[in-house]
């Protein structure tokens, strides 16, 4: 059984960096074939595609995110990781990683709500 | 990016009603398109993919339909797990897109 889980601080000051990992049992990131991907969702519902890393370091995100965001990936740890810097109170939500084969996202975490405040 | 609209925002329903909703992509997609449901305080759960695959362990009451711009879920005797918010996913272009969501409600 493919678990995702998701680990990080739940409160981030304004312009500070979010931090966060996710550790996956029950495949090998390093087997290749998914995209391990990262999605937010407002409160109130508004899902977002936040985006992907692959296997190899190879990564694609939201245009409306990439100034500052970076995702890295540790096979030997079988975990990844997502960093955005410069948040505000508007980067406020429940953060989940998934993974994805080109079909959608099959398997999820459970989320981690990280709230932007001073 | 490509729009998803998702309608309606919201219904009401009873037990073994048939209920249908329907997304709308501003550009074609193909059959690139899934559908997630989600209950308060859990993850989205796909339910659909390739607009009519069936994930599996899903029941069989739930079945999606169309391509290109203009899909459909549908639900064809609710039952009382089914209450829940459904999304629709366009994963043909990047960045995928969501639709904004259905809460199905009890009447």
């Known amino acids: 059984q493919v678990q995702l889980q998701e680990s990080g601080p739940g409160l981030v000051r304004p312009s500070q960096t979010l931090s966060l990992t996710c550790s996956v049992s029950?495949?090998?990131?390093?087997?290749?074939?998914?995209?391990w991907t990262w999605i937010r969702q407002y409160p109130g519902r508004g899902l977002e595609w936040i985006g992907y890393?692959?296997?190899?370091?190879?990564?694609y995100y939201n245009p409306s995110l990439r100034s500052r965001l970076s995702m890295s990936v540790d096979t030997s740890k079988n975990h990844f990781s997502l960093r955005l810097t410069s948040v505000t109170a508007a980067d406020t939500a429940v953060y989940y990683c998934?993974?994805?084969?080109?079909?959608?996202?099959?398997?999820w975490g459970q989320g981690i709500l990280v709230t932007v405040s001073s | 990016d490509i729009q998803m609209t998702q309608s309606p925002s919201s219904l009401s329903a009873s037990v073994g009603d048939r209920v249908t909703i329907t997304c709308r992509a501003s550009?074609?997609?193909?059959?690139?398109l899934g559908w997630y449901q989600q209950k308060p305080g859990k993850a989205p759960k796909r339910l659909i993919f390739?607009?009519?695959t069936l994930q599996s362990g899903v029941p069989s009451r739930f079945s999606g339909s169309g391509s290109g711009t203009e899909f459909t879920l549908t639900i064809s005797s609710l039952q009382p797990e089914d209450f829940a918010t459904y999304y629709c996913?366009?994963?043909?272009?990047?960045?995928?897109?969501f639709g904004g969501g259905t809460k199905v409600e009890i009447k």
């Open positions: 996913l366009q994963h043909n272009t990047y960045p995928l897109t």
């Open positions: 390739a607009a009519s």
């Open positions: 890393i692959y296997s190899s370091g190879d990564t």
């Open positions: 998934a993974r994805d084969r080109e079909s959608g996202f099959d398997y």
């Open positions: 029950g495949d090998s990131i390093s087997s290749g074939g998914y995209f």
């Open positions: 550009l074609g997609i193909r059959n690139d």
